[in-house]
């Protein structure tokens, strides 16, 4: 079945996309369109002309609140133009839904951005996180090299795999996964290179460091964060809980990332490439910059609680980024302190709506996100 960014399902005969239209366009499949990832490098793609078809996987609740604003309701304004965008169901541990997706959309680039990807999650459910982040990698590999038509593939490595490998980590620093997750990617990352190598795949990793955004899930410590001093600043919280502050991260922009996902698939030969600033921050001067460009003071809000620490922590990462830089002719457009004051300012606005629902009684203030 093809799914609506609406969540409610639709003929698949009604919503081919009119290729006769556009012969030469290029088609891409994303798994994990959903996801932060995945909606910047739609976004992406469809902005170089790209026919753009994602897998979704089904969910209790709608999952495709960042593609809303890309996506066209067709029974909304049926005269409309409509985005060549379409989403599929399908799911990573399902390895027929894999192969029937890429039979039907017959891509020419297959991007991988599907995986449970939280870290601290990964020690909950560590044979979901395998099964899904790991061998989920190998059934969509298997399913590109079955398939007639030759495909590019790009994997969604993680600066993860290099757990606690001191920095500065680039390609050929050797991996020490610190958590189900890592070595899940780590796992995915050889099967990459051994599809390539075995099978001739135009296969690529993309190792990529922490890039975050306003659209960054709100479990993950920054957008917490920055949620938090939203909340705060119009009054809906005044504290927040938090884990290890001492923690150190690469941190970039998403938007800017998902633009070297391309340019990896574009390059003659495959290849694997880190991706990263070159620049590292504790938690706590992500704390500092964030709660400061509000004015606030982070140490009047934060709580340590135990619970976020997790049984093993990877407590320095700095990506050295050269190879992509020379070759793939990336580098990042966004800094640290424009990134957080990108997503504060999205999360003060954010905030102010919350509190007109909760003014309004249509809201509970104490369901924090
Ligand atoms: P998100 O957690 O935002 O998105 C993950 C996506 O995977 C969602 O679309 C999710 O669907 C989907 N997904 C989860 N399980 C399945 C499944 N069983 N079958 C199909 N789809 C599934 O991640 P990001 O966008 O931040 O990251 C994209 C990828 O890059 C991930 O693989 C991540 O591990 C990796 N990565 C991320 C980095 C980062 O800093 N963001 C850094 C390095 C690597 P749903 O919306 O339904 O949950
Ligand atoms: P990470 O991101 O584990 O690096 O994985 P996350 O934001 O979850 O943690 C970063 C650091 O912050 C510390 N921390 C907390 N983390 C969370 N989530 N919640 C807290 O309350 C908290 N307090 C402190 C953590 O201990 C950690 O040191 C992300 C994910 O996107 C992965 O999928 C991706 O592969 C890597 O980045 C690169």
Redesign the pocket.
Known sequence: ATATAGGGDVDDETAPVPRALAPARKVALITGITGQDGSYLTELLLSKGYEVHGLIRRSSNFNTQRLDHIYHDPHAVPSAPRPPMRLHYADLSDSSSLRRALDAISPDEVYNLAAQ????VSFEIPDYTADVTATGALRLLEAVRLSRKPMRYYQAG???MFGSTPPPQREDTPFHPRSP?AAAKVAAHWYTVNYREAYGVFACNGVL??HESPRRGE????R?ITRAVGRIKVGLQTRVF????S?A?DWGFAGDYVEAMWLMLQQEQPGDYVVATEESHT?EEFLQAAFGYAGLSWKDHVVIDKK?F?PA??DSLKGDATKARKVLKWKPKVGFQELVEMMVDHDIELAKKEKVLVDAGYRDPKQQP
């Open positions: 990807s939280h870290v601290a993680s600066s993860e997750y460091f922490n479990n993950f410590v920054t917490k938090l884990g290890n502050l923690a991260r938690v976020y997790r922590e990877v």
